[in-house]
């Protein structure tokens, strides 16, 4: 009776006697659970499937491991079960019917891929520890995420381009937002919503679109099959200012880069639209620039800029010197009569 009250009182994280190691167990299935080596004093931990390293406790002399209880007990009393405790150091064979819960790595594959996520695999050069793991599925292997927009074929073993990966069952995420490396934000402060951090191309035609993400009007991103496949910045003008990406003048794509000076000014853009009935007529750029005017041809606008020094003289329709135009393009003080 005494016995089996000490046994009780005996709490696992006061055993610290050390024993000489056996050979590490193997972990039976997936539970987390203790297990224990031939000798039932040396105590490993299974997550997942996997075993520690090393032995996270021992049970001191003349105790042994009781699976049952989670405990030390006194060695040849009631509750000593190691003679018919389940210790094992051979990989018990992979159940054929059982698929879904986690793909058990082949001899000699770097990597294998993942039951459900296309663009998940398990990395079979790297063994796992109980640290590594964190709750995720695994046998001594890591669960690795390709890069977006990349697959994982599992003809390869390698993250390959999608139109060169067949996911067969297992889902092919097409969006950012998909990927679970999506979900880590950089910020100290509080994380937007996935959708406000990576632009989007669902439901997009391929080709490039405007970048609704930032507020910098000069940027674009580039779909193909509902996926972002790259993202850019216009460059600049013939005029030495930035282009702006235009959706209107896509020339049978979805957009491209346009001078503000070529987009019409309900667009946007500085473009003047020419009055009904005139054939050709000159205009003064709106945005205030000096060097810059506006033809109409034809109920066509078109942009012009002036040779070398020369100003718009809005007065006399032409570019001319900056000693005969009036302020502020020009050096000369007129007055309006």
Known sequence: MYSDILAFAVPLVAILDVAVAEATPICPDDSVRYVTDAGCRNVWRCVWGQVSNNPVFTCGQNMVFNEALRMCVWKGEKHDDCSTST??????????????????????????????????????????????????????????????????????????????????????????????????????????????????????????????????????????????????????DRFGEKMIFYENGGLGTSGSCWSVHDIPQNDGGLLPKCPKGIFFKVFPDDGGACDRFYECVYAMAFVRRCPGNLVYDSRLSVCNSKEYVCAPCGSRVCTNI
Do not use: W
């Open 87 to 236: 210790v094992t150091t051979t990989k018990p064979p992979v159940p054929t019917s059982d698929h879904t819960r986690h793909t058990r790595c082949v001899d000699g594959s770097p990597a294998e891929a993942h039951e459900t996520e296309c663009q998940l695999f398990y990395d079979c050069a790297i063994q796992a520890t109980s640290d590594d793991t964190k709750g995720q599925p695994s046998d001594g292997a890591i669960v690795r995420e390709c890069e977006y927009p990349l697959l994982f074929s599992d003809v390869t073993k390698k993250c390959e381009i999608f139109l060169e990966v067949n996911c067969g069952g297992r889902r092919e995420p097409v969006d950012s937002c998909d990927y679970l490396k999506s979900r880590d934000c950089q910020s100290s402060e509080a994380c937007p919503p996935c959708p406000m951090r990576f632009p989007s191309c669902k439901g997009l035609s391929n080709g490039p679109h405007s970048d609704v993400i930032t507020s910098n009007p000069s940027n674009f991103i580039v779909c193909y099959n509902d996926r972002l496949v790259a993202q850019g910045n216009c460059e600049n």
